[in-house]
């Protein structure tokens, strides 16, 4: 099978955003918000116990972006955080497009790649996401997104260690079909450098977290049983997961950069295609470190990891498309919270603000550049024509 290759992102950025009714395009290098600016302080942070929310609260503006093949990174800011529709190396003669509409109705985030025809070479290479953090990729494209003072990246591994780091969300993914792709997940996805300021997936050494919720993947080929405590639709309870590692030399030439994949109630296994879930980050870094010098294929300092930065966290679904192939599917996600300095009590009753399962957003106006959004987006039903009931 093909090896996901590494998320490289062009730095030509379409920005689609529908703000009071109106569609506007701009060509830009920086995000706009849907609600006030967030303090964006880098540094010690405070101890108490906190929550932020990394969908926006519902009564904010109603948003969309729209990601094609000549439009490849689309980002809108949001209160902290930022959505990227993201397509890269996309295989040449491949039509369609990836999206995300957050509907400030409900509170929720609706999700789809949806390709009417796919490049005969195939592969990885569609990431809508949910990001927080600085977003820099091999030096081309920086994105400050906006956090909370409360808690802001970069950090060091040592720092998230100690400072009892949760991350939940609440989600339902309607897959693809398993003739269309040779894997797909639904993640919270981790970058981690060496340096400030954090250059991910650029000059090595790289480190990439990648926790799969919801999945289909057959690489890499060996996986190692773990088990942590996890909270499951509101109970905290120790859960099977899977660890994995595979380096990227395969991919881009670099054993430099290596991914650490984490499989929810085991690789053989689809994980939660819907439902709750809340993942221990702090011990899942703590485990990596552990792990890291039996990662016999990486040339990175195996002995230093707690000194790597945590430059950002990431909710998003990756997969990987056959040549030739027509396929779609989607996602909602209600809610998504990063918790800090949670004791083991508190972490009984993690909970984040929930949106609810809604349709996509109403658009104004067409864009004048790329698809007539309205249509587009109305085109797009809850359950997908080409899926099963």
Avoid at 60 to 89: E, F, K, W
Avoid at 217 to 224: G, H
Avoid at 281 to 303: I, K
Avoid at 311 to 337: H, M, P, R
């Amino acid at each position: 099978m093909s090896t996901p290759p590494v998320r490289r992102r062009s730095s030509r950025l379409l920005l689609v955003a529908a703000i009071a009714g109106t569609v506007v395009v701009a060509t830009v290098a920086a995000v706009v918000l849907l609600e006030r600016p967030g303090t964006s302080a880098v540094g010690p942070n405070p101890s108490a116990p906190t929550e932020i929310d990394l969908l926006p609260s519902s009564g904010s503006h109603s948003a969309c972006i729209v990601d094609t093949p000549g439009t490849p990174r689309p980002i809108l800011g949001m209160h902290y955080g930022a959505l990227q529709a993201n397509t890269y190396n996309v295989p040449t003669g491949t039509v369609g497009h990836a999206g995300m509409c957050y509907n400030a109705t409900t509170g929720s985030l609706f999700s789809w790649v949806n390709w009417s025809k796919v490049g005969s070479a195939g592969g990885w290479f569609s990431y809508p996401q949910v990001a927080y953090g600085v977003d820099v990729y091999d030096g081309a494209l920086t994105t400050y997104t906006n956090q909370s003072a409360a808690w802001a990246l970069p950090q060091t591994v040592a720092s998230a260690v100690n400072e009892s780091l949760w991350v939940t969300a609440s989600y339902d993914l309607r897959a693809p079909g398993a003739s269309d792709v040779d894997g797909y997940d639904l993640s919270f996805d981790d970058f981690l450098s060496q340096g400030l300021p954090p250059t991910l997936e650029g000059p090595p050494p790289f480190v990439e977290v990648e926790i799969f919720l919801a999945h289909n993947i057959s690489y890499p080929s060996k996986w190692v049983p773990w088990s942590m405590p996890t909270v499951v639709n509101g109970t905290l309870q120790s859960e099977p997961w899977d660890i994995a590692y595979w380096c990227h030399g395969v991919d881009n030439g670099t054993n430099g950069n290596v991914s650490f994949d984490l499989s929810y109630d085991g690789q053989a296994t689809h994980g939660l295609q819907a439902g709750t879930l809340g993942v221990n980050l702090s011990a899942v870094l703590a485990e990596v470190e552990a792990l890291m010098p039996g990662a016999t294929c990486w040339t990175g300092p195996t002995g230093q990891f707690s000194q790597f930065y945590l430059g950002e966290e990431d909710l998003g679904s990756e997969d990987g498309a056959l040549g030739g192939v027509s396929f779609n599917y989607n996602w909602t996600v209600s809610s998504y919270c990063l918790h800090t300095h949670v004791n083991s009590t508190a972490a009984t009753t993690l909970a984040c603000r929930q949106g609810t399962d809604g349709p996509a957003a109403t658009l104004g106006a067409d864009s004048p550049v790329g698809p007539p959004l309205p249509a587009l987006v109305a085109a797009i039903p809850r359950r997908l024509a080409s899926e099963p009931a």
